[in-house]
Nanobody, 120 residues
Framework: QVQLVESGGGLVQPGGSLRLSCAAS????????VGWHRQAPGKQREWVAG???????NSADSVKGRFTASLDNAKNTVYLQMNSLKPEDTAIYYC??????????????WGQGTQVTVST
C-alpha cells in the first residue's frame, strides 16, 4: 500500500507564495506522474498542474506562469510551487500521484487535501 501526506497549505496574502508538498510512503519503486487539483467551496474539483517522471509538465490556463509542479523521486515527494497567489486560488488542494509499486503494478493515490486561503 501507498500513503500520501500533504503539507504546506495555509493563509497567505495576495501576491504571496506557497509550496505544497505531498510525501509518498509505502511500497514504492518510483513516482510516474503527479497531478495537482483543487476544489473551491461550491465548485467542482479542477486540475491545476501536473508533471511526469520524464519532466513533461503542464498547467491550467488559470494558473499558467504562476504554478509549477515538480517531483523528487529520491525523496518520494511531489511539490506544487504557487507564486503570485490570488484570492480566487483559495481552495483545498489535492495531490494525485501515479506510483510504480515495488510489486511492479501501477497505482493511483490521492492525498488528504490541504487548505490554501489567499486573503488580506
Amino acid at each position: 500500500q501507498v500513503q500520501l501526506v500533504e503539507s504546506g497549505g495555509g493563509l497567505v496574502q495576495p501576491g504571496g507564495s506557497l509550496r505544497l508538498s505531498c510525501a509518498a510512503s509505502g511500497s514504492i519503486f518510483s513516482i510516474n506522474a503527479v497531478g495537482w487539483h483543487r476544489q473551491a467551496p461550491g465548485k467542482q474539483r479542477e486540475w491545476v498542474a501536473g508533471i511526469t517522471r520524464l519532466g513533461s509538465a503542464n498547467s491550467a490556463d488559470s494558473v499558467k506562469g504562476r504554478f509549477t509542479a515538480s517531483l523528487d523521486n529520491a525523496k518520494n515527494t511531489v511539490y506544487l510551487q504557487m507564486n503570485s497567489l490570488k484570492p480566487e486560488d483559495t481552495a483545498i488542494y489535492y495531490c494525485d500521484v501515479q506510483v510504480l509499486q515495488s510489486s511492479g503494478g501501477l497505482g493511483n493515490y490521492w492525498g488528504q487535501g490541504t487548505q490554501v486561503t489567499v486573503s488580506t
